[in-house]
Nanobody
């Protein structure tokens, strides 16, 4: 059974930093695109940053220059380094990965981790 487990959320003051991690576990053949999404109260879930298996990245305009996504393929882990945090970054952050097993290929989601930025 494939699982994505996130860690690293919390409460931080504006201007501070947090690093999120998301590790995949289970019988996995391949991990393709990975990414981080977020959902604030009353808003739709939105893509924050994505990274391909080859390391190409893309970011939402609102986080460019402040957030950095990276991955460690050997550890099956994706990271999101968040700097210069703003109150508007407050949301539940979800990890997403396109994973192939012996029987199935599809998108998996983590349980979400709360990030709260105080002003």
């Amino acid at each position: 059974q494939v699982q994505l487990v996130e860690s690293g959320g919390g409460l931080v003051q504006a201007g501070g930093s947090l690093r999120l991690s998301c590790a995949a576990s289970g019988i996995i053949v391949s991990i393709n695109d990975m990414g981080w999404y977020r959902q604030a109260p009353g808003k739709q879930r939105e893509l924050v940053a994505g990274i391909t298996s080859g390391g190409s990245t893309n970011y939402a305009d609102s986080v460019k220059g402040r957030f950095t996504i990276s991955r460690d393929n050997a550890k099956r882990t994706v990271y999101l380094q968040m700097n210069s945090l703003k109150p508007e970054d407050t949301a539940v952050y979800y990890c997403n990965a396109n994973i192939g097993t012996f029987r199935y290929r599809g998108d998996y989601w983590g349980q979400g981790t709360q990030v709260t930025v105080s002003s």
